[in-house]
Nanobody, 121 residues
Protein backbone atom coordinates (compact mmCIF):
# COMPACT_ATOMS: atom_id res chain seq x y z
CA UNK A 1 0.00 0.00 0.00
CA UNK A 2 1.40 3.39 -0.99
CA UNK A 3 1.67 6.07 1.68
CA UNK A 4 2.86 9.65 1.46
CA UNK A 5 4.23 11.32 4.57
CA UNK A 6 4.92 15.05 4.78
CA UNK A 7 7.22 16.80 7.23
CA UNK A 8 8.68 20.23 7.82
CA UNK A 9 5.65 22.34 8.58
CA UNK A 10 5.45 24.70 11.53
CA UNK A 11 5.12 28.26 12.73
CA UNK A 12 7.29 30.90 11.10
CA UNK A 13 7.35 34.69 11.10
CA UNK A 14 6.57 36.68 7.96
CA UNK A 15 9.62 36.78 5.74
CA UNK A 16 10.90 33.50 7.09
CA UNK A 17 11.53 30.17 5.39
CA UNK A 18 10.45 26.57 5.70
CA UNK A 19 11.28 23.43 3.77
CA UNK A 20 8.66 20.77 3.32
CA UNK A 21 9.52 17.17 2.51
CA UNK A 22 7.38 14.30 1.34
CA UNK A 23 8.38 10.67 1.13
CA UNK A 24 6.44 7.92 -0.57
CA UNK A 25 6.62 4.39 0.77
CA UNK A 26 5.19 1.05 -0.22
CA UNK A 27 5.08 -0.77 -3.50
CA UNK A 28 5.86 1.78 -6.22
CA UNK A 29 6.76 0.92 -9.79
CA UNK A 30 7.02 4.43 -11.18
CA UNK A 31 6.18 8.05 -10.43
CA UNK A 32 5.03 10.51 -13.07
CA UNK A 33 4.10 13.76 -11.36
CA UNK A 34 4.83 15.02 -7.84
CA UNK A 35 3.46 18.16 -6.34
CA UNK A 36 2.22 20.23 -3.45
CA UNK A 37 -1.25 21.58 -2.80
CA UNK A 38 -2.53 23.71 0.03
CA UNK A 39 -5.82 24.47 1.68
CA UNK A 40 -6.44 27.51 3.83
CA UNK A 41 -9.42 27.73 6.21
CA UNK A 42 -12.69 28.13 4.33
CA UNK A 43 -10.93 28.00 0.96
CA UNK A 44 -10.66 25.36 -1.71
CA UNK A 45 -7.55 23.26 -2.05
CA UNK A 46 -5.22 24.78 -4.65
CA UNK A 47 -2.18 23.61 -6.54
CA UNK A 48 1.02 25.25 -5.29
CA UNK A 49 3.65 23.59 -7.44
CA UNK A 50 4.31 20.43 -9.38
CA UNK A 51 7.22 18.74 -11.07
CA UNK A 52 6.95 16.06 -13.72
CA UNK A 53 9.29 13.12 -14.22
CA UNK A 54 10.78 14.86 -17.28
CA UNK A 55 11.51 18.00 -15.32
CA UNK A 56 8.66 20.33 -16.19
CA UNK A 57 7.75 22.62 -13.29
CA UNK A 58 4.71 24.77 -12.67
CA UNK A 59 3.87 27.18 -9.86
CA UNK A 60 0.76 29.06 -8.89
CA UNK A 61 1.36 32.74 -9.60
CA UNK A 62 1.22 33.75 -5.94
CA UNK A 63 4.35 31.74 -5.04
CA UNK A 64 6.51 32.34 -8.11
CA UNK A 65 9.92 33.66 -7.13
CA UNK A 66 9.47 32.60 -3.51
CA UNK A 67 8.90 28.84 -3.56
CA UNK A 68 11.02 26.17 -5.21
CA UNK A 69 9.91 22.60 -5.83
CA UNK A 70 12.37 19.79 -6.35
CA UNK A 71 11.91 16.09 -6.80
CA UNK A 72 13.92 12.93 -6.32
CA UNK A 73 12.16 10.49 -8.61
CA UNK A 74 14.55 7.65 -7.86
CA UNK A 75 13.66 7.76 -4.18
CA UNK A 76 10.10 9.01 -4.61
CA UNK A 77 10.58 12.19 -2.62
CA UNK A 78 9.47 15.75 -3.27
CA UNK A 79 10.46 18.96 -1.54
CA UNK A 80 9.13 22.48 -1.33
CA UNK A 81 11.48 25.27 -0.28
CA UNK A 82 9.39 28.24 0.84
CA UNK A 83 11.08 31.62 1.26
CA UNK A 84 9.76 35.08 1.99
CA UNK A 85 6.69 33.56 3.57
CA UNK A 86 3.58 35.69 3.95
CA UNK A 87 0.55 35.42 6.20
CA UNK A 88 -1.51 34.39 3.18
CA UNK A 89 0.67 31.30 2.77
CA UNK A 90 -0.85 29.92 5.97
CA UNK A 91 -2.54 26.63 5.12
CA UNK A 92 -2.34 22.89 5.39
CA UNK A 93 0.09 21.71 2.72
CA UNK A 94 -0.54 18.36 1.05
CA UNK A 95 1.87 16.22 -0.89
CA UNK A 96 0.48 14.69 -4.08
CA UNK A 97 1.94 12.04 -6.36
CA UNK A 98 0.76 10.44 -9.58
CA UNK A 99 2.10 6.90 -9.28
CA UNK A 100 1.86 3.43 -10.68
CA UNK A 101 2.18 0.82 -7.93
CA UNK A 102 2.77 -2.11 -10.25
CA UNK A 103 4.23 -2.42 -13.73
CA UNK A 104 0.93 -3.47 -15.29
CA UNK A 105 -1.26 -1.49 -12.93
CA UNK A 106 -2.95 1.85 -13.47
CA UNK A 107 -1.77 5.28 -12.53
CA UNK A 108 -3.39 6.70 -9.42
CA UNK A 109 -3.24 9.91 -7.47
CA UNK A 110 -2.07 9.60 -3.89
CA UNK A 111 -2.27 12.19 -1.12
CA UNK A 112 -0.48 12.74 2.14
CA UNK A 113 -2.31 13.69 5.31
CA UNK A 114 -0.97 17.23 5.24
CA UNK A 115 1.32 19.41 7.32
CA UNK A 116 0.32 22.74 8.84
CA UNK A 117 2.21 25.88 7.86
CA UNK A 118 1.42 28.99 9.88
CA UNK A 119 2.96 32.34 9.05
CA UNK A 120 2.41 34.79 11.87
CA UNK A 121 4.26 37.30 13.99
Amino acid sequence: QVQLVESGGGLVQPGGSLRLSCAASGSIFSAYVMGWYRQAPEKQRELVALITSDGNINYVDSVKGRFTISGDYANKMVYLQMNSLKAEDTAVYYCNMDLKAFRYGIRRIYWGLGTQVTVSS
